[in-house]
């Protein structure tokens, strides 16, 4: 059973639509992460939370907005994605920012569509 | 900055045979290494992980991984690979706050 709870674990939406993705983790964690894999690729990093600021964001387009109301909380806004968006969006989170020998703990991760 | 390759992208054994899956690092520091598995349409769940101290470190579902600062490599391995072990595997070095990954060795166990 993971930990780090994702919603919704699929979600096709049109070019045009405003979603959100949603993350949640009560092991007390202060860093959050998000992902996006493609097939066939590992993940590769967006953005970091560190104590709910934003820390890191990894050049990622401003359709993607993320978003930390909490130390338990992490969502990702979505609007006007495009097709190459399609992927699946992982969040992990750890247990102190700015500690590299800290384990990252992935949830199941929302499958994407765009259409 | 750090990078991890992962030579092999596809691995077949047979059930009940060993299993040794590669991972070499690039990391000026000292590393920070992990082993994570995911199964189709999963998250990654992590197996092991290396800080310090003993170079050969055990995990979960009787993984194991040695640490070789000599040749950069944290290679995983499991004495008798079981039907459920087919996934896809990523090795990770962690420095700065972030995780890199290797492109990952998928697994095929035969029977």
């Known amino acids: 059973d993971t930990e780090v709870t994702q919603t919704p674990k699929h979600l096709v939406m049109g070019m045009t639509n405003k979603k959100s993705l949603k993350c949640e983790q009560h092991?007390?964690?202060?860093?959050m992460y998000w992902y996006k894999q493609k097939a066939k690729k590992p993940p590769e990093l967006m953005f970091v939370?560190?104590?709910?600021?934003?820390?890191i964001n990894e050049s990622v387009p401003s359709r993607f907005s993320p978003e930390c109301p909490n130390s338990s909380l992490l969502n990702l806004h979505l609007h006007a994605l495009q097709p190459e968006d399609s992927a699946l969006y992982l969040c992990?989170?750890?247990?102190?920012?700015?500690?590299?020998?800290?384990?990252?703990?992935f949830g199941d991760g929302t499958r994407l569509s765009i259409l | 900055a750090q990078s991890v390759t992962q030579p092999d992208i596809h691995i077949t054994v047979s059930e009940g045979a060993s299993l040794e899956l590669r991972c070499n690092y690039s990391?000026?520091?000292?590393?920070?290494l992990f082993w994570y598995v995911q199964s189709p349409g999963q998250g990654l769940q992590l197996l092991l992980k290396?800080?310090?101290?003993?170079?050969l470190v055990q995990g979960i579902k009787g993984f194991e991984a040695e640490f070789k600062r000599s040749q950069s490599s944290f290679n995983l391995r499991k004495p008798s690979v079981h039907w459920s072990d087919a996934a896809e595997y990523f090795c990770?070095?962690?420095?700065?706050?972030?995780?890199?990954f290797g492109a990952g060795t998928i697994l095929r166990v035969k029977s």
């Open positions: 992990a989170s750890s247990q102190e920012p700015g500690y590299s020998n800290q384990p990252q703990h």
């Open positions: 092991m007390g964690h202060r860093a």
């Open positions: 939370y560190s104590y709910e600021k934003l820390s």
């Open positions: 990391y000026g520091a000292t590393p920070y």
């Open positions: 290396y800080f310090s101290g003993d170079t």
């Open positions: 990770a070095v962690e420095g700065g706050n972030k995780l890199v």
